[in-house]
Every structure is written in C-alpha cells, then in structure tokens.
C-alpha cells in the first residue's frame, strides 16, 4: 500500500508585497522542442500575446511524451533573469505543482481560456 501523502510545512509568512514583485502571466504552448545536451530539458516555445518566449523545463524524465502539452494554456513567471541552462537561454519558468514534493508534476493551467500574456494574482 502507498503511504498518503503529507503536505510539507508552510514556509514562512511573507507580505503581499513580495508575491507582487512576480509577474506571472498566462502563456500558450505552441512548440516543445529537444534540448540535445541534456537528459531532462525541452524548450518550450510560448505565446504571450504580444510575444513569443523561450522557456527551458526539466519534463523529459516527467512524461512520455512532452509534445502533449502544445496548445495548452498555462502559468509562466516572465520577470527572471535569463539564465542559460545546456547551451539554451531560458527566459522564464513554469508553474507546476507537485515537483517539490516528489510527485509528478502537472502544469499549473487556468480554468477556462483567457487572452495570452493575462496576468495572475
């Protein structure tokens, strides 16, 4: 039998200010793409309505197919710095839940459709 599971601690409280600072938008999927020298990164190319970014996820080792995301709207924060990660630039992160906690992580997603690059909060 699996043991169920145990949410974490609550990490400690913060103002509303700090959750202010990210700029969490809404963004469609419209292309995964292989990142050749990694064993864990794709590049997901998304459509914020009035751009296009780059984002680099750890999803090989989490799906069998990551191209199943494409078309899907979700959750991206778009005010990191760039990073490079396996020769790519990544220009944002996206929200999942579950990774911290050792579980397989789905796509944080909005409900109903909404206009790309709408923000969260």
Excluded: C, W, Y
Excluded at 71 to 94: I, Y
């Amino acid at each position: 039998m699996v043991d169920p599971f145990r949410p974490a601690p609550l990490k400690p409280t913060i103002g509303v200010s700090d959750v202010e600072r990210l700029d969490v938008r809404v963004g469609t999927i419209v292309a995964v793409d292989d990142v050749p020298k990694s064993g864990k990164l794709v590049r997901l190319t998304v459509d914020f309505g009035d751009h296009r970014r780059t984002i680099l996820v750890g999803m090989k080792a989490e799906r069998a197919d990551p191209r199943e995301v494409v078309g899907l709207q979700a959750l991206f924060v778009v005010n990191l710095e760039p990073k490079r990660m396996a020769g790519g630039l990544s220009e944002g992160m996206l929200f999942d839940v579950g990774f911290a906690d050792g579980l397989t992580p789905a796509l944080a997603v909005p409900e109903r459709a909404v206009p790309n690059g709408a923000r969260a909060g």
